[in-house]
């Protein structure tokens, strides 16, 4: 028995006692705090049980799970194309079973800015990072595209968005999506990527409007087909816009693009 047990025992006999003395002699109005002061111990007594009787609970050991950064960089390798943070959101929970906070990315932004500007600035003392979160960029005026994430060591024609490349970019990023499906369908997270192609091939013209779900196979046929008609045209515009903005643009601007000096003062604290 522990020490705290053994107090309260002790205190409530002590108080019971008192109790059979008030009884014993007529003192009927001590009675109630008496009793009063056996139920508080007693209660006490209940906690003591409760606490001496709780099986223990198992340690876990922390794990921290993988950043936001790594997150979103692991999603991006997977495609290998620029994609709207809700896009990069749903592969990241299909085929990794990550949760992506969207709410942070644009803190998580900034210091990918920041760590470009430190190492810039001072190369032998700030830590370089191989790979940046950057923003997309328009393939005119060369601004971020709202919402819209790539990689800094991608090479800038696929980090510009003209008038066709978000559809070019989903489809490209779904024919990863269904191949890699197609080479391992009894991986864990083969029926969550599963799904989120199926969704993506309700989209194409082929199986618009048809009860049936798309084959894996259907839909990669169809992106093939969709990607033959629109993917020429947009990679020539990203070409030759690429071929401006490094005539044009600062190292800088080349990764973040030109209105994130604006957006973010020219010294980010």
């Known amino acids: 028995m522990n020490g705290p047990m053994r107090t309260v025992l002790d205190a409530i006999d002590a108080a019971n006692a008192r109790v059979r003395d008030a009884l014993s002699v007529g003192r009927m109005d001590a009675v109630p705090d008496l009793m009063a002061e056996v139920e508080e111990l007693e209660k006490q007594r209940a906690l003591l049980l409760r606490e001496m009787t709780r099986p223990p609970v198992a340690e876990v050991p922390f794990s921290p ?3 936001l950064r790594v997150k979103v960089i692991s999603t991006l390798r997977l495609v290998q194309r620029p994609l709207a943070a809700r896009f990069v959101t749903q592969i990241a929970r299909a085929r990794f079973d990550y949760v992506i906070d969207t709410s942070a990315l644009a803190s998580m ?22 790979q940046l979160v950057v923003p997309a960029l328009s393939f005119d005026r060369y601004t971020p595209v709202r919402g819209v994430l790539a990689l800094s060591d991608w090479d800038m024609s696929r980090r510009l968005i003209g008038p066709a490349s978000p559809r070019v970019d989903v489809m490209l990023a779904t024919q990863t999506l269904t191949r890699l499906v197609l080479d391992n369908p009894q991986a864990p997270w083969a029926p969550a990527v599963d799904k989120l192609v199926v969704t993506i091939g309700r989209s194409l013209m082929p199986f618009i409007g048809r009860a049936a779900s798309p084959t ?3 839909v990669d046929a169809a992106v093939i087909a969709e990607l033959e008609a629109i993917e020429p045209e947009d990679r020539e515009e990203r070409a030759a816009a690429t071929a401006r903005a490094r005539a044009q643009l600062t190292g800088e601007q080349q990764l973040f693009g030109v209105a994130a000096l604006g957006a973010v003062g020219r010294r980010v604290s």
């Open 109 to 130: 932004r900034r210091d990918e800015l920041r760590s470009y500007r430190a190492y810039a600035e001072n190369p032998h003392g700030a830590q370089s990072k191989t």
């Open 216 to 218: 894996m196979r259907e």
């Open 65 to 67: 799970g993988p950043s």
